[in-house]
């Protein structure tokens, strides 16, 4: 069986005159960019691991997905060695609706990826702990979304997922 290959990065975004840096997620799946300038929830990431069920991975920076027009988490398998997403296209809905009531309203698809799991966890467990090292060795304090996420939360997640 072939498997999708997932991962996910971090870097330090440091916009002009700001006094913090921004941590900012980047997810790849068979090396093509995944939800690119959405907000990723590390939290729902992990319970991924965990649990079946509908995830809102994809967030907005605040915390609420609907916020940022997502209104479909990822729905997630799970197999004994595997991990299936069924991720909605698009994550999120445009952002200028067509005002035209002949608009379809089913343009999106449910497109299905399967993991290893080892794979899945190791995938998250690296980038959790590079996202501690870089907000830790950073000049500036770091932001690390969404909204009201901590380096102290970041710490405890990595923790749970070794
Ligand atoms: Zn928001």
């Known amino acids: 069986m072939r498997f999708d290959q997932l991962k996910l990065t971090y870097r ?3 916009p002009k005159g700001a006094d913090v840096g921004i941590l900012a997620p980047r997810v ?3 090396r093509k960019r995944i939800g690119a300038g959405i907000a990723i929830d590390p939290v729902a990431f992990c319970q991924s691991v965990r649990s079946a069920g509908e995830h809102f991975i994809f967030t907005c920076g605040c915390g609420v997905p609907g916020c940022a027009r997502i209104y479909r988490g990822v729905i997630v398998l799970h ?10 296209e698009p994550i999120r809905e445009p952002m200028e609706e067509d005002p035209s009531p002949a608009a379809p309203d089913n ?5 299905e990826y399967r993991f290893r799991l080892v794979a899945y966890r190791k995938a998250l467990a690296d980038a959790l702990s590079q996202a501690l090292s870089l907000a830790e060795s950073n000049s500036r304090p770091v932001e690390i979304g ?6 102290r939360k970041l710490k405890a ?6």
């Open 12 to 14: 330090i975004l440091q």
């Open 107 to 111: 343009r999106w698809v449910y497109r």
């Open 157 to 162: 997640l990595a923790r749970r997922l070794q």
């Open 28 to 30: 790849t799946i068979n």
């Open 146 to 151: 969404p909204y009201g996420f901590s380096i």
């Open 79 to 88: 197999a004994p060695d595997s991990i299936r997403w069924f991720m909605p």
